[in-house]
């Protein structure tokens, strides 16, 4: 055995230039807890733990004695092993440069460009372009998006990091498309003029000049060691012993069959993609793991008579590369497997898991909805098999796909290489895959299909076919292909293919991962596209014989995506008699940016061990309602390392939190209403034994009637919250009499994750004296978590504090659930008497935490038939879970704010909670309107479909008059609305446009283009003074220096950043004498809650407010010496006994909404903009591209214009997301599926409209602001909709074309399975349709 032979031997690798010794290395280890741990390079962040988000890349380095080449590549640290890093180089983000030597240009520039909000994505981001910059100095914009497919953002929207990336291309200021001949610099875009506005500056939001410059010969070199001891050291076997675990990685292709042989069952583990995901997620365990690393034979490349052979061990990136150089170099008919396998590759995953991955490993794992497998098999691959025994080839066909063991491996044989064999002529190969999302998603079905045909001739002489994401593994559609053999290749057999297909491809109705209908329409649809395509070829080939594709089918063959970005952002700056070191109206770089980007930017869990801390895992509940019928703690309790295990009984009298008033209890006891649901919580000495103590913890349920998930259920069961909500305007009932046309409809929206990249995170430590308990945590509401914990601890507030100094993301979901959470956590720390952490594993978090509530609209609306609304009778029901949380409010602001920009003469709108068996929905980001706007949208396109209007005539029709009067009987003064609107229209070339669109689609059948423009109103405010109020605090030092803090939480708007900037106008002084520490109940008592984008309005009013206390008092000094300098004036003041210190305070906006009369003064101002996009759809896949959008937005006076851009486009991009491609899946218990990113789909950079054009209307007084000011975190997300509106718009043009003019019921958020099912056509029409109530639904919209 190769342990016996070989010792334990130590870990060697390097660390951004230092080297690392590791004695005791744990195979079980990732780099990721190592670096951030053990080495405390807490730079590299966890955002999912497996492979999703980007959030922990590093670059690895690794030298080969072979080729005498230097490797580099991204890699996600939360996948590797570190025992597999022995003679590897990593480096992260801490050591291409800091604030303590020198920033790295890509950090610089990521920061300068505004690339950073809340900074947990930044360092990731980083990497990987840093590692792409090592490898390819001068990129191409296609190579920048690819190098940052694998990263997510959830703040930015990623034009701006975009933005930066293009700063390293060759030609900087060009997006280097010639895309249909069209290229940024080209003035007119789709031959349309673009918008010039002569009244309008557009000053650059960075500059360039002063960036330093990139300079290979400055980067860390490899380190020499590490080559000579890979030149020079004797190869031998390494073996690695952890607690629970062994590694063992042979020197040679012997010692791998050997280890092999006496360890079959131990996987080979080579990216540990696939095996790192199951271990973690599915609680897989091997005790043994093999790695081939060193094995040259299994990363060979071999051009062979026939093809490519393949090593085994080669990463998918670097296959990737190679497929592109052979088909560079051999003829287009050999190649013709290698474009197919080459086109996935473009797609599959993010480049870091690429550039883990192998071939192999894909190969090997079978994973059903694997990419390159259907090509594989189609290609007639076989591999190359060795074990002690000898070699043999196993073909890469159905059998070995469906790990049929006369086909498949031996436990004890490992795969060396895989063949490729060329295409012959008159052979043809296609790939086809439809994901969520077009990038770094997993397919929802994906296919591989081949046909041959005689020299000469179109009669079928080989077909395969294989398809993945429809059955237990890759399958393939035999038979059929069997059955037309010698047919030729024309309608006929296409309908006669698919309707064998459909026969043998069969997916039941509850087949997992749902979308059954969706998944057997894509089946036929591929093969019909397959059909075009080889249709097209042959025509290529023989123009005589064959005969040509209508012009207008030939759009099925386009694809639609592009790769490039280019933006245009206008916006007016400062006013220039504003003196000069004036920073506000500026765009001043977010004060975090730069050590964000280095990584020094300190989070929650970034903060060191305190001494003998421990660490807490929730238990929760896996039943969605049902009684408790007992839990066991004793085996978790057994489990070494475990210190304790609180119960809700352990929790006598105080097992109940109120937030809002409504109680809700910390830990389940007799009964459970979600799943998700926290019962215990276990504290151990580390966070792994905590985790596996909490998977120990046996819970005996019974399940309990009813089960309420969907907001049907909770309509039909009266399942509801008290109270409900209604507006009345007018006299609707009468109303209706009078109008030409009503129509009723209804509308679904589904929930939202918020998906921040920080996950909840909190450390409770008990300070020793007094009951003291300091509690860190990553939340918008310190003053919650202090009542919360104080509640819990039965300490008065003034013994608990709270402290943040910035949160990673939070957009609502850092509130009331983290007080829960820190109360539990700091009760563990109070009991034990040590420091306690609580971190959630990112699947942890979204299953407990919950998110945006799912509404159901239903709508009755009277119209005259010139498009005017008479009257509007409308419902709405939330799904708020089984708790009221913040739900009361929501509906409350989606009534306030259902009207959008319209005046409905006649209006009644009521509102309902739903009480579910769902984890309780919150606050996000826009808090009710988002559903609420999209509802009343719904209903206005509706209208204007009725009247045989266009949309935006519609809108125009009923937008609120100059002075007006909403529902709630507040004035609204709508100039700059229109203002907006009309901009909007002109900036967008709206009638241009639509007239191309129009011409496009006449011309093309399988792809649609649509065409939509959305007005806002956003009303600002908190309904309520009291929660408008905001305090702040600034000391003047003696040297001069200025220290400020405020109520407000840094979540990555910047708030910070623009406090600094009031503090600065204020006491006329640069930005770099004010410091700001972070928020903290012990500076600023009694906080609101930052949130409903009044964070920076308020807090800055109390800052501005604190400052003109202290100019006041030291008027007489600096009256007596002008021009002296602030440590003058403290000095004087000082020895004057005059205090250097002074709270300020707002006390917020008078603000009141009277329920019972429907009528207050809830909000203090509106917001408004419009927003234009343009896309694309493909209606054979329902794939779809976002073309270009123009957003207007009125911002007041803006203090940042780079920050506001930044909060406008961050928000639009999230409800681009929310509105198109965010689907959270429950099954029909009520289980959360989606609990991560490579479930749930958030837009990544692949989704960034192709063009974005941002324009700020010219400042307007709004006196009662800060500056003028208004609070833009939440308006932009609804803009979102616009392009829910021009998806709806192709479908409509897709129905049309079909014949099919009735009204088109689309729900939210329209993804690809809504658009190819509502493109209704043949194909749609062909496939089998399952009753419903005959089978049980993998999944239901809740
Ligand atoms: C975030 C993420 C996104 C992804 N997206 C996609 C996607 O879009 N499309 C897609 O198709 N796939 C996707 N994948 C899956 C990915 O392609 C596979 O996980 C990967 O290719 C496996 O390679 P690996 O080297 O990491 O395998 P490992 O995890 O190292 O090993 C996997 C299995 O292969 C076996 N094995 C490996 N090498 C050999 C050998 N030489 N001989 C015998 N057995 C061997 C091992 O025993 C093990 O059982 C994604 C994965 C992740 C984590
Ligand atoms: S934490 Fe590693 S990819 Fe998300
Ligand atoms: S800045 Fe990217 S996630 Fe916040």
Not at 93 to 104: L, M, P, W
Not at 637 to 646: A, C, E, K, Q, S
Not at 680 to 704: G, N, P, T, W
Request: aromatic share 8%; proline share 6%; glycine share 8%.
């Amino acid at each position: 055995m190769a342990s016996a032979l070989h010792p334990a031997a130590e870990l060697l690798f390097y660390v951004n230039g230092h080297k690392v010794i590791e004695k005791k290395a744990d195979p079980e280890t990732m780099l990721l807890p190592y670096l951030r741990k053990k080495l405390r390079l807490t730079g590299t962040k966890y955002g999912c733990g497996g492979g999703g988000c980007g959030a922990c890349t590093v670059m690895i380095s690794r030298y080969n004695p072979v080729t005498k080449k230097i490797r580099h590549y991204p890699a996600n640290a939360c996948l590797i092993p570190i025992c597999s890093l022995y003679g590897a180089a990593v480096t992260t983000v801490e050591g291409i440069g800091s604030t303590h030597t020198r920033i790295h240009p890509v950090q610089e520039r990521i920061a300068k460009c505004h690339g950073t909000q809340c900074g947990f994505c930044t360092p990731g981001m980083v990497m990987s372009i840093y590692t792409l910059l090592r490898n390819h100095p001068e990129p191409s914009p296609d190579q920048l998006t690819d190098a940052l497919g694998g990263n997510l953002c959830r703040c930015t929207g990623y034009r701006p990091i975009i933005d930066a990336c293009k700063t390293f291309c060759k030609t900087t200021d060009c997006c280097q498309s010639k895309e249909n001949g069209i290229c940024c610099l080209d003035q007119e875009i789709n031959e349309l003029p673009e918008f010039e506005d002569e009244d309008k500056t557009s000053p650059k939001l960075f500059s360039e000049e002063g960036f330093l410059p990139l300079d290979p010969t400055q980067e860390l070199i490899f380190p020499p060691e590490l080559m000579m001891m890979a030149e020079k050291q004797p190869q031998r076997t390494r073996v690695f012993h952890g607690e629970r675990m062994k590694w063992i990685s042979p020197a040679s292709l012997k010692e791998l069959l050997e280890a092999k042989a006496a360890h079959p069952q131990a996987p080979v583990v080579v990216g540990n993609t696939s095996v790192g995901p199951e271990v973690k997620f599915k609680g897989v365990f091997h005790p043994v793991i093999i790695s081939p690393d060193r094995i040259e034979e299994l990363f060979v490349v071999s051009h062979t008579y026939n093809g490519l052979t393949l090593g085994a061990s080669l990463s998918l990136a670097q296959v990737k590369d190679i497929l592109a150089d052979v088909i560079l170099k051999q003829p287009e008919e050999k190649t013709q497997t290698f474009c197919a396998l080459l086109k996935h590759l473009g797609t599959l995953a993010g480049s870091q898991i690429r550039s883990m991955a192998s071939l192999g490993g894909h190969i090997m794992s079978r994973h059903l909805d694997s990419d390159l497998n259907p090509l594989l098999a189609v290609g007639n691959c076989t591999l190359n098999v060795l074990s002690k025994e000898g070699e043999r080839q196993i073909p890469l066909n159905e059998q070995f796909l469906s790990k049929c063991p006369k086909a498949d491996f031996k436990p004890e044989e490992i795969l060396v290489s895989v063949n490729i064999p060329y295409s012959r002529k008159w052979e043809f190969v296609s790939a086809f895959r439809q994901a969520q999302r077009q990038q770094n998603a997993l397919a929802i079905v994906n296919s591989g299909m081949r046909v041959f045909f005689g020299e000469g001739e179109d009669i079928i002489r080989e077909l395969s076919i294989y398809y993945g994401g429809v059955g237990p593994t890759t399958i393939c559609a035999k038979t059929s292909c069997q059955k037309l053999i010698g047919r030729p290749w024309n309608k006929e057999m296409l309908d006669e293919a698919c309707r064998l297909v459909l026969d043998e491809v069969s997916l039941p109705g509850s087949a997992p991962g749902g979308r059954v209908e969706f998944k057997r329409t894509l089946v036929i649809s591929f093969l019909f596209r397959f059909y075009l395509e080889v249709s097209q070829i042959l025509k290529k080939m023989d123009p005589v014989r064959y005969s040509s594709l209508a012009d207008k089918y030939e759009s099925a063959l386009e694809d639609i995506h592009s790769r490039h970005h280019w933006s245009i952002l206008k916006y007016q700056d400062a006013d220039p008699r504003q003196l000069p070191q004036d920073p506000v109206g500026h765009p001043v770089m977010h004060l975090s940016g730069i050590k964000h980007a280095t990584g020094e930017a300190i989070y929650c869990d970034d903060m060191p061990a305190v001494d003998q801390e421990l660490f807490l895992s929730f238990v929760t509940s896996s039943r969605a309602h049902a009684k408790i019928v007992s839990i066991d703690l004793s085996e978790a309790l057994t489990l070494p390392g475990v210190v304790d295990i609180i119960t809700g009984e352990h929790l006598d009298g105080i097992n109940i939190m109120s937030f809002l008033g409504d109680p809700e209890a910390l830990l389940a006891t007799d009964e459970v209403f979600c799943v998700g649901q926290l019962v215990c919580a276990v504290i151990a000495d580390s966070e792994v034994q905590a985790r596996r103590a909490a998977k120990r913890v046996k819970i005996v349920y019974e399940d309990l009637k009813p089960l309420i998930l969907t907001i049907e259920e909770a309509i039909q069961h009266n399942s509801f919250f008290e109270p409900e909500r209604k507006l009345e305007y007018g006299n609707v009932d009468e109303a209706f009499k009078v109008v030409d046309q009503i129509l009723e409809g209804e509308i679904y929206m589904g929930g939202q994750e918020h998906f921040y990249m920080e996950t909840q995170s909190m450390l409770a430590v008990p300070k020793g004296e007094d009951q003291e308990m300091d509690i860190y945590v990553s939340t918008q509401f310190p003053k919650y978590v202090q009542d919360a914990v104080a509640a819990t601890l039965k300490l008065p507030a003034n013994k608990v504090m709270c402290h943040v100094r910035r949160v990673g993301g939070a957009f609502g979901g850092k509130v009331s659930k983290t007080g829960i959470m820190a109360a539990i956590t700091a009760l563990a720390a109070h009991k034990q008497g040590h420091a306690v952490r609580c971190i959630l594993e990112r699947g942890e978090d979204m299953l407990i935490t919950g998110g945006r509530h799912p509404y159901l609209g239903k709508y009755k609306v009277g119209f005259m038939n010139d498009g005017r609304v008479l009257a509007l009778d409308m419902e709405h029901y939330s799904n708020g879970g089984f708790s009221l949380d913040e739900s009361l409010l929501v509906i409350e602001m989606g009534i306030l704010k259902m009207d959008n920009t319209y005046k409905f003469p006649n209006l009644r709108c009521q509102a309902r909670v739903c009480r579910t068996n769902l984890p309780s929905n919150t606050a996000l980001r826009g808090f009710g309107f988002p559903q609420a706007g999209l509802i009343t949208e719904s209903c206005i396109t509706e209208v204007a479909a009725k009247c045989g209007l266009s949309p935006e005539k519609v809108r125009t029709i009923n937008m609120y008059k100059e002075i007006d009067q909403t529902p709630y009987k507040q004035e609204i003064n709508s100039q700059t609305l229109i203002q907006c609107w009309r901009e909007c229209m002109a900036m967008s070339s709206y009638f241009l446009r639509k007239a191309s669109v129009e011409k496009f689609n006449a011309e093309n059948y399988w792809k649609k283009k649509g065409l939509a423009i959305v007005p806002l109103k956003y009303p600002i405010g908190l309904g309520s003074l009291a929660a408008g109020q905001a305090a702040a605090l600034v000391h003047v030092y003696l040297d001069g220096s200025v220290l400020v803090t405020h109520g407000g939480i840094e979540m990555g708007q910047g708030v910070h950043t623009k406090m600094i900037q009031v503090v600065s106008r204020e006491l006329k002084m640069p930005m770099s004498n004010v410091h700001l520490r972070g928020t903290s109940t012990e500076t600023v008592p009694n906080a609101n809650v930052s949130g409903g984008s009044v964070v920076a309005d308020l807090n800055g009013m109390a800052v501005k407010d604190a400052c003109q206390t202290l100019l006041k008092r030291l008027e007489p000094i600096i009256s007596k010496n002008p021009q002296g300098t602030w440590k003058d004036w403290a000095h004087a003041a000082f020895m004057e006994s005059i205090s250097l210190s002074a709270t300020g305070y707002f006390r917020g906006y008078e603000s009141n909404m009277d329920w019972e009369k429907g009528e207050g003064h809830p909000f203090e101002y509106f917001v408004f903009g419009a927003a234009c996009s343009e896309v694309e759809i493909d209606c054979l896949t329902g794939d779809h591209k976002n073309i270009r959008t123009d957003i207007v937005m009125d911002v007041g006076c803006s203090i940042n214009p780079a920050l506001d851009i930044g909060q406008i486009e961050g928000a639009f991009i999230q409800g681009m997301g929310l509105y198109t491609i965010e689907e959270l899946d429950y099954s029909p218990q009520g289980v959360l599926y989606t609990r991560g990113p490579n479930q749930y789909k958030i837009p990544a950079i692949c989704d960034v409209p192709t063009e974005l054009h941002i324009s700020l209307l010219p400042p307007s007084q709004n006196s009662n602001t800060l500056y003028s000011s208004k609070g833009l975190g939440e308006p932009a997300l609804f803009l979102g909709c616009s392009v829910f509106f021009a998806i709806h718009d192709a479908v409509s043009a897709a129905r049309q074309e079909r014949g099919l003019f009735g009204p088109l019921k689309l729900n939210s958020p329209l993804t690809p399975e809504k658009i190819r099912m509502a493109c209704e056509d043949k194909f749609t029409k062909m496939i089998p349709r399952d009753e419903p109530g005959s089978y049980v639904p993998w999944n239901i919209p809740v």
